[in-house]
């Protein structure tokens, strides 16, 4: 497995930006896709973001589309989600996650390794 920290959560206003870290260690970071899920109060975990192992492949979810940018850094062992444009539906606990490079970019299944989580809050 792959050990996921999260950070750069915290309380942004409606249409603000914030951007969130996702600093592995463990196993060989770059045989892994990593993907960003998130959970609002009451609700299901949510598929958000995909990033390729090779980082040449990206997937979004259509809530986040064109709004979210994942992105990632093998030298640093870092993935990074761009969210810009919020809304205060976007108000949940973000999750960094890690599987191995063996599916297809939109199967959402798959990973063996989660972060602790980082709250992002929007308010209207």
């Known amino acids: 497995q792959v050990q996921l920290v999260e950070s750069g959560g915290g309380l942004v206003q409606a249409g603000g930006s914030l951007r969130l870290s996702c600093a592995a260690s463990?196993?060989?970071?770059?045989?892994?896709?990593m993907g960003w899920f998130r959970q609002a109060p009451g609700k299901e975990r949510e598929f958000v973001a995909v990033?390729?192992?090779?980082?040449?492949?990206?997937y979004y979810s259509d809530s986040v589309k064109g709004r979210f940018t994942i992105s990632g850094d093998n030298a640093k062992r870092t993935v990074y989600l761009q969210m810009n444009s919020l809304k205060p539906e976007d108000t949940a606990v973000y999750y960094c996650?890690?599987?191995?490079?063996?599916?297809?970019?939109?199967?959402?299944?798959?990973?063996?390794?989660w972060g602790q989580g980082t709250q992002v809050t929007v308010s209207s």
């Open positions: 990033i390729s192992w090779s980082g040449r492949s990206t």
């Open positions: 463990g196993r060989t970071f770059s045989n892994y896709d």
């Open positions: 996650a890690a599987r191995p490079y063996m599916y297809g970019l939109g199967y959402q299944g798959g990973y063996d390794s």
